[in-house]
């Protein structure tokens, strides 16, 4: 079958630096998106990775490795606004979109 | 408008009623897809459409039924609603047609709560 995992919750420090993992087993691979969703709101594109390597978006970076089926997010420089859940989906072989449970990230001051 | 709306934004639902949850896009885009999103799980392809005209079955499509007559409109309709089906419904859009991976983005949600 098809999976994504990810952590539950993780909390860290404002102004700190805090890496979300993402493993995922699916049916082919069409790249990985990651999408930030505030508590009552809907989902917002982050970033897309479908190559191997280092994808970086301001504060926010993205990261691939094909071959280990893994992706992290790295978050620097935290913000309070910052809290969140972010979800990993992986678009498998038929560009359908398999979706982690999320990460509830808690920033403290 | 700009983007993607949904309605209504909340509805409280008896068992076996009709419902029909309505989603417009303004972004001209091929592909839209309703998901439904339940704590502890990730979001669930219910149903899509990759061109108006068309379309297909997700991960959980009993239960509902979707058309797609135009480019903007993708109304998602429980026929006969239970209460496994109280959740938090997402309509999203892409610039693609199934073959490509373009960023789907999503309307604000319709929680539907089933009694």
């Known amino acids: 079958g098809q999976n994504i995992d990810q952590p539950t919750e993780m909390t860290a420090t404002e102004g700190a630096i805090v890496q979300i993992n993402c493993t995922y087993q699916?049916?082919?691979?069409?790249?990985l998106f990651w999408y930030q969703q505030h508590a009552g709101e809907a989902p917002t594109f982050l970033s897309y990775n479908v190559l191997d390597g280092l994808e970086e978006k301001g504060r926010f970076s993205s990261f691939l490795s094909r071959s280990k089926g893994y992706s992290y997010l790295l978050l620097k420089e935290l913000q309070m606004k910052d809290s969140a859940s972010y979800l990993c989906?992986?678009?498998?072989?038929?560009?359908?979109?398999?979706w982690g449970a999320g990460t509830k990230l808690i920033i403290k001051p | 408008i700009a983007g993607i709306t949904q309605a209504p934004t909340s509805q409280i639902l008896a068992a076996g009623r009709r419902m029909t949850l309505r989603c417009t896009q303004d972004?001209?885009?091929?592909?839209m897809y309703w998901y439904r999103q339940d704590l502890g799980l990730g979001l669930r392809l219910i149903h899509y459409s990759n061109t108006a005209g068309t379309t297909g079955k997700g991960e959980v499509p009993d239960g509902y039924s979707v058309s797609r007559a135009n480019t903007d409109d993708f109304p998602l309709t429980l026929a006969s609603a239970v209460p496994s089906q109280t959740s938090v419904y997402f309509c999203?859009?892409?610039?693609?047609?199934?073959?490509?991976?373009?960023?789907?983005?999503f309307g604000p949600g319709t929680r539907l709560t089933v009694l």
């Open positions: 699916t049916s082919g691979f069409n790249g």
């Open positions: 972004m001209r885009h091929n592909a």
């Open positions: 989906a992986v678009m498998d072989s038929n560009y359908q979109l398999i």
């Open positions: 999203a859009s892409s610039d693609s047609e199934g073959g490509g991976t373009d960023t789907q983005y």
